[in-house]
Nanobody
Framework: QVQLVESGGGLVQAGGSLRLSCAAS????????MGWFRQAPGKEREFVAA????????YYADSVKGRFTISRDNAKNTVDLQMNRLKPEDTAVYYC????????????????????WGQGTQVTVSS
């Protein structure tokens, strides 16, 4: 069983930056694709970014492309999301997720592809 714990959320002004981190338990972290999703009040959970098992392939939602960067460190069992030039529309609870398939590709965009989820961390961007 994989456990995921997000950290790094908080309150930031528009235009500012935050770095989210997801720490994973287990010895098979380096076989999983990892994703970030977010959910705002009254909205459905939406895809933000993902990275395949090796870190060689990354995927981004159009709304964050050019502002957010996903990365992973398999030696430390962590995946990070660097968020720059934040907008009020980025306000949401951000969730880390793991996909045991690990391959990336089109499946990373669907939350049903992921086997494990973290508890979420709140990001609030003020105008």
């Amino acid at each position: 069983q994989v456990q995921l714990v997000e950290s790094g959320g908080g309150l930031v002004q528009a235009g500012g930056s935050l770095r989210l981190s997801c720490a994973a338990s287990g010895r098979t972290f380096n076989t999983y694709a990892m994703g970030w999703f977010r959910q705002a009040p009254g909205k459905e959970r939406e895809f933000v970014a993902a990275v395949n098992w090796s870190g060689g392939m990354t995927y981004y939602a159009d709304s964050v492309k050019g502002r957010f960067t996903i990365s992973r460190d398999n030696a430390k069992n962590t995946v990070d999301l660097q968020m720059n030039r934040l907008k009020p529309e980025d306000t949401a609870v951000y969730y880390c997720a793991a996909d045991s398939r690990g391959t990336g590709g089109v499946r990373v965009y669907s939350y049903g592809s992921y086997d494990y989820w973290g508890q979420g961390t709140q990001v609030t961007v003020s105008s």
